[in-house]
C-alpha cells in the first residue's frame, strides 16, 4: 500500500510541474555562498527572515546577518548570551527571536535583549520546543512546565502532559497549543485543559522532532522516521510518510513559507509540502549538498537551505535545468520538439535525445550530428535537420534513425540535398532548407522531393532558410538570407531591406494568432513586426531594438505563447515581452542553465512551458510556476557613520563640523541577483540630482554647515524605482563660521583693508614674474621625465616578450596573443549553416627546424651558430607576411603563426619559408660561406573544420610538429603538412592523433601533402 501512495505522490508532484507524466521534471538551479560573497562560517544551524527582510542564519560561532549585499556576524561581544545558536524564529513587530545555548534572547532595532525567568536566562528544553501565536507571544516549554512571554519575562501557564516535551507548535487560527510527550501529541485550547491527539487505526507512537502548522492550520508532526498530519476538524491523526523522501535530520525543525506551506529538512534533502501537494528537493534536483537541518521561503519566494553550507535556488521556483550531466549528448541545445505522442525530442550538437523518467537517452543513428531542427508529419515521423549532413527520419515505433526515408523518395531534381538546415512539416508536406539547392518540399504520401524555390528565383547564387513558420490562413513564411520569403496558395513573395526591413537577412520568425509576424534579423538591428496586406505588400506594426525595450542586441531566437507574450533568447538569457507592455528578463542568476541562448532553440510546449536552448545546457520555464511580480524595492537605513566611528541613526544630535564627514551604509532587501540591483542616491541642500552608484554605500567629506535630507532608492534592473528612504540630519558650521567670529573678523579686518592692498598689488606683480620662470622650469622638466618613464616602459615590454638574440617573438609573445587570435576563428565558425574550411579563416601554424644545427656549432663555435639563427630570423620575417606572428620556439626551432590565412595555401608558403631559408648564408673568417636548410611541418586551426572546438591549438602544433618529423625522415630541406578529411572522428580517431598521421591518411581521414607529393 506505502509502493502505491509513493508512486502516486510522485505522479502529483510531476503533474504539478506540468512535464508529462514519465519524464524527469530537471533540475534546480543553486547559488552557493561562501568565501567569495563574504560568507566563511560552517556549523550552521538555522535559518529566518525578519519583518524588514533581513536573512538571519544562526551558527555554533554567532548570529550572521545578510542584508543582500554583505554579511554581519555578531556574538557575545555584541550581547548574545551564547556564541552557540540553536534555533531562529521570526518576532511579530520586528526582528527575531533566537534560542541560544546559555538562554532565549531576541534582537531588535539594532540591541539584544534577553528574555528571563525569575531573572534568570530562560532555557527552552530544546530548540523545537518554541512557536509565536498569533499575537506575537512566544510559548515554551521549559523547567517542569508550559510557558508563554509576556514582555521580557517568560509567566509559566500549566504544567504539561505526563511531566515533560520536546516539541511545541501554535496554531494561530484556534488559539490551541500543541506539544509532544513521551512521543504523544496533546492540544491545550485557549481555554486550558489537555487532550490527547489519537493516531489513525495501524500507526505505532514515534519519538516526536518537531511540530508545525502549516497555513491552512493543519498539524504536522514530524518524527524520527515518520511524518503525519492532523487536518483541522478532524480526529485522527493520518500517515504522510511516504512523502518524506528520507528520515527528518534530528535536532530539526520545520517552517512556515509565506504561502502558507511547510518545508522539512531530512537527510536527503527538504520536504515542501502545501495542502495535498508535496515536493523532494535533494541532489537529484540539483540541490548542491544532501542532509539539511534549516530551511526557508522568503518573502520574494527564494527557497534557502541550511546543510553543510548555505544556498538558494535560483528563478523562484520557475525554472528547471538539463545538462550531460542528465544524459544530454551536449550542452549546446539547438532544437526541441514534442512529438503527437507526447514524447519530447532535443536536438544538440552531438546528436538527438529524448526524455524520459531518470533523463535523457540518445537517439541511436545521429551520434555525432549537428541536429538545428526538427519536425513531424502526420504519420508520425520525426525529421531530424543537420547543418553538416543529409535529413535522418526516425520512424513511428523505431528506435534508429536513418537516411532510408529520404533515399526512398522520388527525387524531381539533379543531386539530393547534402544538408538539411531547416525542416518543418506544414499543410503542403514536409519543408526543407538546403543552402545550394533552396526551398524544398517533401510529400510523404506520394514519396516525392522537389525543389519549390530556388536559389535562381531569389536572384542569388544560394538560398540558405533558417526558419519555417505557417499562419492560420495556411500561408509560409520563411526567414532566409536574401529576406523574408512567403507562400501565400501558388504566389511567392521575397521581400528584402528595399520593401522597407532593416536588413536583407532575417535570422528567426514567428507568426502570431493575429495572422502578424515577429522578424528577427541576423544583423544585431533588432526586431520587426509585420503583416502582409490583401494587395502583397507588407505593412509594419512596430518593432523592438535597445531603445525600444529590448535589454540586449544579442537576440538569436523567438517564439510565441497562447498568450501571445514574444519570448526572445538573447546573449544574457530571454527575454518575455508581454502583449501589454511588460518585459520579464530571466538569466543565469535568475536559474536559467545558461545566459547564451541557441539559435532557433526556444520551444513553446503544449502546455505552455517553454523550453530554452543555451550553449550550456537545456533550460525549462514552468508556465504553471510563474512567480507573483515583485513589489517595489524598499531600502534600509544601516548606518550612518560620522566622525570616529559614531552612528549618527543612534545619535541623532546635530553633527559637530569637526564630524562632518558621513558614510551612509543601507541595504534593499533582496535576493534575487543581489549584485544587480541599481541605487540612486542624492543629498538634499547639497545637490537635489539623483545619482546612481553600483554600491549600497555612499560618502561624503567635510559637510559645510546646514540642514541636510539624504535620500536613496533601489529598483531592480529594469523595474521602477520603490519609495524613498530619507534620513535628515544638522552639521553645526565651525566656530570660524559663526555670526559673532564673524564679526569680530570683519571689524578687526576692515582696517587692514586698504595697507594690505596696496602691498599685495606691488608684490603680486613680482611675484607673477618668478613664479612663471619656475612653472616653465618645471613643466619642462615633467616632460622630459614622462618621455624618459615611457621608453623604459616600452623597453621593458618589449624585452619581456622578444628573443634577445634573434629580436624576434618569444613563446610568452604567443601565450598572451594566441587566445584572442583563437576567439576570432572560434566565431566564425561558429555559425550553425556554416561547414567546411572557410576562406581566409584559419589559422596555420608552421614549426621550422634548421637542419644539422649542431654540426654548424661543434664545427664553427656557437658565434657562428648565433650568426646563423639571426640569418634565419630576417628570412622568416620576409617570407611571412606582416599579420603573420614569427616566434624563436627554442633553441634552433622556430614558429610562424599565420593569421586569416587559408589552409588550401599552406602548401605555398611552406615553400616559401624553406626557400628563403636555404637562400641564406654567413661569411666565415677562413673566407667560405656557411650556409644551411630547414625543415618545416605545419596544420591548420581548426584542425577539423566539421568539428572545430575538437582540438585546441596546442594540439594542432603538435601536429605540426609530427609532421616536421616526417619531413626530416624525408631527408631534410623538406616540408609537410596534414588537414582533415570528411570522416575524421574524435572518438574513434582522437587517441591517434598526433602521430598516427600516415596510418590515418591510409584510411581516408587525413590528408597529407609534402613537397615533392601532394594529396596523400
Known amino acids: 500500500m506505502r509502493r502505491v501512495l509513493t508512486l502516486v505522490a510522485l505522479l502529483a508532484f510531476t503533474l504539478v510541474l506540468g512535464g508529462a507524466p514519465g519524464e524527469a521534471p530537471g533540475r534546480f538551479s543553486f547559488k552557493t555562498y561562501g568565501h567569495e560573497q563574504g560568507f566563511q562560517d560552517l556549523s550552521l544551524k538555522s535559518i529566518a527572515q525578519d519583518e524588514a527582510g533581513f536573512i538571519w542564519i544562526g551558527c555554533d560561532t554567532g548570529l550572521i546577518r545578510y542584508d543582500g549585499a554583505s554579511f554581519t556576524k555578531f556574538t557575545v561581544r555584541d550581547g548574545l548570551p551564547s556564541a552557540t545558536i540553536r534555533r531562529l524564529l521570526p518576532r511579530l513587530g520586528g526582528g527575531v527571536w533566537i534560542v541560544a545555548e546559555n538562554g532565549l534572547c531576541a534582537y531588535d532595532r539594532g540591541a539584544f535583549f534577553s528574555v528571563d525567568l525569575d531573572g534568570q536566562p530562560f532555557r527552552p528544553v530544546r530548540g523545537a520546543a518554541l512557536d509565536q501565536d498569533a499575537r506575537g507571544h512566544l510559548w515554551a516549554i521549559g523547567p517542569g512546565g508550559l510557558y508563554r512571554q509576556e514582555g521580557r519575562a517568560m509567566v509559566r501557564v500549566d504544567d504539561l502532559p505526563r511531566g515533560g516535551g520536546r516539541a511545541l507548535a501554535c496554531r494561530t487560527s484556534s488559539g490551541s497549543v500543541f506539544v509532544e510527550a513521551q512521543g504523544e501529541v496533546w492540544e491545550r485550547p485557549p481555554a486550558g485543559g489537555w487532550t490527547r491527539l489519537a493516531l489513525a487505526p495501524g500507526l505505532v507512537p514515534d519519538e516526536v522532532e518537531s511540530l508545525a502548522v502549516d497555513g491552512t492550520g493543519r498539524l504536522w508532526i514530524v518524527g524520527r522516521r515518520t511524518l503525519r498530519r492532523l487536518d483541522p476538524g478532524a480526529g485522527l491523526v493520518q500517515d504522510a510518510s511516504d512523502r518524506l523522501p528520507g528520515t527528518p535530520f534530528a535536532n530539526t525543525s520545520a517552517s512556515r513559507d509565506g504561502s502558507g506551506g511547510l518545508v522539512i529538512p531530512t537527510n536527503t534533502g527538504i520536504l515542501r509540502v502545501k495542502g495535498d501537494r508535496s515536493e523532494r528537493i535533494g541532489p537529484r534536483e540539483g540541490l548542491p549538498f544532501q542532509w539539511t537541518i534549516s530551511s526557508l521561503v522568503d518573502r520574494e519566494g527564494n527557497l534557502w537551505v541550511v546543510g553543510p553550507g548555505l544556498c538558494r535556488a535560483l528563478g523562484r521556483g520557475w525554472t ?389 535630507r539624504y535620500e536613496v532608492r533601489a529598483a531592480y534592473p529594469g523595474m521602477a524605482f520603490g519609495p524613498v528612504t530619507a534620513f535628515t540630519f544638522q552639521v553645526l558650521p565651525p566656530w570660524w563660521k559663526t555670526w559673532w567670529f564673524t564679526t569680530l573678523a570683519l571689524l578687526g579686518g576692515l582696517g587692514l583693508v586698504a595697507w594690505i592692498v596696496d602691498r599685495r598689488y606691488k608684490g603680486l606683480a613680482q611675484q607673477k614674474e618668478r613664479l612663471a620662470v619656475l612653472v616653465d622650469q618645471a613643466t619642462a622638466d615633467l616632460v622630459k621625465a614622462n618621455h624618459a618613464l615611457e621608453e623604459a616602459n616600452l623597453a621593458l615590454q618589449a624585452q619581456s616578450l622578444s628573443d634577445p638574440l634573434t629580436g624576434l617573438h618569444n613563446r610568452r609573445y604567443l601565450s598572451v596573443v594566441v587566445d584572442d587570435d583563437v576567439a576570432k576563428v572560434q566565431r566564425a565558425y561558429r555559425e550553425p549553416d556554416k561547414a567546411g574550411p572557410l576562406p581566409n579563416a584559419d589559422l596555420v601554424f608552421f614549426v621550422v627546424d634548421l637542419d644539422h644545427f649542431k654540426e654548424i656549432n661543434d664545427r664553427h663555435g656557437h658565434r657562428a651558430g648565433d650568426l646563423a639563427l639571426a640569418s634565419v630570423a630576417r628570412a622568416l620575417r620576409r617570407a611571412a607576411r606582416d599579420s603573420d606572428a614569427v616566434v624563436r620556439w627554442g633553441g634552433e626551432e622556430f614558429l610562424v603563426m599565420a593569421r586569416n590565412a587559408s589552409r588550401a595555401e599552406a602548401p605555398q608558403m611552406a615553400e616559401r619559408i624553406r626557400a628563403a631559408v636555404a637562400e641564406q648564408g654567413v661569411p666565415l673568417e677562413s673566407g667560405e660561406t656557411l650556409r644551411w636548410t630547414c625543415s618545416i611541418g605545419y596544420a591548420a586551426y581548426p584542425f577539423n573544420p566539421a568539428d572545430p572546438a575538437w582540438l585546441g591549438w596546442e594540439r594542432v602544433v603538435e601536429i605540426a610538429d609530427a609532421c616536421l618529423y616526417m619531413a626530416k625522415r624525408a631527408g631534410r630541406d623538406a616540408w609537410a603538412g596534414a588537414s582533415a578529411l570528411p570522416g575524421l572522428d574524435r572518438a574513434q580517431h582522437g587517441p591517434r592523433l598526433p602521430w598516427e598521421l600516415a596510418g590515418l591518411a591510409e584510411e581516408g581521414v587525413v590528408r597529407l601533402d609534402a613537397s615533392g607529393e601532394r594529396g596523400r
Open 320 to 708: 528547471r535545468a538539463f545538462t550531460v550531466q542528465d544524459g544530454l549528448p551536449s550542452d549546446l541545445v539547438w532544437a526541441v520538439l514534442r512529438d503527437r505522442s507526447g514524447r519530447l525530442f532535443v536536438g544538440t550538437s552531438q546528436g538527438l535525445a529524448r526524455l524520459g523518467p531518470t533523463g535523457w537517452t540518445p537517439v541511436r543513428g545521429t551520434e555525432g550530428r549537428n541536429v538545428v531542427s526538427l519536425a513531424e508529419d502526420r504519420a508520425g515521423r520525426l525529421y531530424i535537420g543537420s547543418n553538416n549532413a543529409p535529413l535522418l527520419t526516425l520512424e513511428p515505433g523505431a528506435s534508429t534513425a536513418s537516411e532510408a526515408f529520404l533515399g526512398s523518395l522520388r527525387w524531381e531534381g539533379g543531386h539530393r540535398p547534402d544538408r538539411s538546415l531547416r525542416v518543418m512539416a506544414g499543410s503542403e508536406g514536409v519543408w526543407l532548407a538546403d543552402p545550394a539547392l533552396g526551398i524544398l518540399l517533401i510529400d510523404p504520401e506520394r514519396r516525392t522531393l522537389r525543389v519549390a524555390y530556388g536559389p535562381q528565383d531569389a536572384g542569388a547564387s544560394d538560398l540558405p532558410a533558417y526558419h519555417f513558420a505557417e499562419d492560420g490562413r495556411k500561408r509560409l513564411w520563411i526567414a532566409t538570407g536574401a529576406g523574408l520569403l512567403v507562400k501565400d496558395g501558388p504566389t511567392w513573395r521575397l521581400f528584402n531591406r528595399h520593401h522597407g526591413l532593416r536588413a536583407d537577412a532575417l535570422n528567426e520568425l514567428g507568426v502570431a494568432p493575429d495572422g502578424s509576424a515577429w522578424l528577427l534579423y541576423r544583423e544585431p538591428v533588432g526586431l520587426d513586426r509585420v503583416e502582409l496586406k490583401a494587395d502583397g505588400s507588407l505593412a509594419f506594426l512596430g518593432g523592438l531594438d535597445t531603445k525600444r525595450g529590448l535589454g540586449t542586441e544579442g537576440v538569436f531566437a523567438l517564439a510565441l505563447d497562447r498568450q501571445g507574450t514574444l519570448w526572445l533568447g538573447t546573449d544574457r538569457g530571454v527575454e518575455a515581452h508581454g502583449a501589454h507592455g511588460d518585459v520579464v528578463r530571466l538569466g543565469r542568476d535568475g536559474g536559467l542553465v545558461g545566459d547564451d541562448c541557441s539559435q532557433g532553440g526556444l520551444y513553446v510546449d503544449a502546455n505552455q512551458d517553454v523550453w530554452v536552448g543555451t550553449t550550456m545546457g537545456l533550460g525549462r520555464v514552468l508556465a504553471g510556476r510563474r512567480p507573483p511580480p515583485l513589489p517595489p524595492l524598499a531600502v534600509t537605513l544601516l548606518r550612518v557613520v560620522r566622525g570616529k566611528g559614531v552612528d549618527a541613526l543612534r545619535d541623532p544630535r546635530p553633527i559637530p563640523s569637526r564630524e562632518a564627514t558621513l558614510e551612509f551604509q543601507f541595504a534593499a532587501q533582496t535576493y534575487i541577483n543581489e549584485k544587480a540591483v541599481v541605487y540612486q542616491v542624492r543629498l538634499v541642500g547639497l545637490d537635489d540630482d539623483w545619482r546612481s552608484i553600483q554600491v549600497p554605500q555612499d560618502r561624503y567629506v567635510a559637510l559645510p554647515g546646514g540642514t541636510y
